[in-house]
């Protein structure tokens, strides 16, 4: 039997954007015929398109769906400052250039009501050369933990209590929040019918540059977190790198970790989170 709208919990949908006219508008449609209640925070890193515009003409075809908010900054701290302004019991995470799935609300809801962690299915769409590349995948306490913050729901109570994304982060904040989440003892749920679809990067170049820093943001991550190569699975890391361009990608990422190996300095990330990196909010509960 369908669970009745009364019975349905409340969500808060937090994106955060940069220049993404070309993107927003798909997305804010495919999460308006979501499955209600729930509300959508948008944090806009000052864009300098149209991206603020199309958010407000949406905002005014859609009453009380959208609340937008404009804040420079990294994806943590956007992230942090959406989260800061949400009134349900969980958030859920999505960004400007991805499209959820008609079901995509319905089966994080399902998820939830098993975990305190929801990690959904991204499907790359674009460029199949260089698209459909697996991840790489880090394992702690039997959870994989790189599941993108693209499509990821967390109850608001455990986000606050770790402190949120770590805002010092260039990638790899979500991977360190899935991390702290499951040293904490969360359990990490992924439901792979909770699809969202994400564009590949448009050229080869800008593919690489993302590899780059995804491997800058991975040498971060073990600075703060400490030694982690124990906890990768090598046999398919090296085995998944079927084509030139997933060794390329490989080789990209590998620039970006020695990168930071050279250049950290002083500069490396302690485990201690930065003061003031999660906001304060009001309570969560349903409107």
């Known amino acids: 039997m369908a669970s009745s709208p009364d019975s349905r919990e409340f969500l808060s949908v937090v994106i955060t954007?940069?220049?993404?006219?070309?993107?927003l508008a798909a997305l804010l449609e495919s999460l308006a015929a979501q499955e209600p209640p729930f509300e959508i925070i948008l944090v806009d890193a000052l864009s300098h398109d149209r991206t603020y515009a199309l958010a407000v003409e949406f905002a005014e075809r859609h009453p009380g769906l959208l609340r937008i908010y404009r804040r420079f900054g990294s994806r943590g701290m956007g992230r942090n400052h959406g989260v800061a302004h949400a009134r349900a019991a969980a958030v859920v995470f999505i960004d400007g250039d991805?499209?959820?799935?008609?079901?995509?609300?319905?089966?994080?809801?399902?998820?939830?009501?098993?975990?305190?962690?929801?990690?959904?299915?991204?499907?790359?769409?674009?460029?199949?050369?260089?698209?459909?590349?697996?991840?790489?995948?880090?394992?702690?306490?039997?959870?994989?933990?790189?599941?993108?913050?693209?499509?990821?729901?967390?109850?608001?109570?455990?986000?606050?209590?770790?402190?949120?994304?770590?805002?010092?982060?260039?990638?790899?904040?979500?991977?360190?929040?899935?991390?702290?989440?499951?040293?904490?003892?969360?359990r990490l749920r992924y439901v792979p019918d909770a699809r969202v679809y994400h564009e590949v990067r448009g050229?080869?170049?800008?593919?690489?540059?993302?590899?780059?820093?995804n491997g800058y943001g991975r040498k971060q991550l073990t600075e703060k977190q400490g030694a982690l190569w124990a906890n990768y699975r090598y046999r398919r890391l090296l085995t998944g790198q079927r084509s030139v361009i997933a060794w390329a990608r490989l080789l990209a990422a590998f620039a970006g970790y020695f990168t930071r190996v050279v250049l950290a300095g002083d500069r490396r990330l302690t485990a201690e989170m930065p003061p003031g990196s999660l906001e304060d909010s009001p309570d969560p509960g349903s409107p």
């Open 17 to 23: 954007v940069r220049n993404e006219e070309r993107h």
């Open 98 to 186: 991805c499209i959820a799935d008609s079901g995509w609300l319905r089966e994080i809801r399902e998820g939830l009501r098993h975990a305190d962690v929801v990690a959904g299915q991204t499907t790359t769409v674009g460029n199949p050369s260089y698209g459909h590349l697996d991840r790489v995948e880090l394992y702690q306490a039997g959870s994989d933990v790189t599941y993108p913050s693209c499509n990821l729901a967390y109850r608001t109570a455990l986000f606050r209590e770790l402190g949120g994304f770590d805002p010092r982060f260039i990638t790899a904040e979500d991977i360190d929040l899935n991390l702290r989440a499951v040293r904490r003892g969360a």
């Open 203 to 213: 050229t080869l170049l800008r593919f690489l540059v993302q590899a780059y820093w």
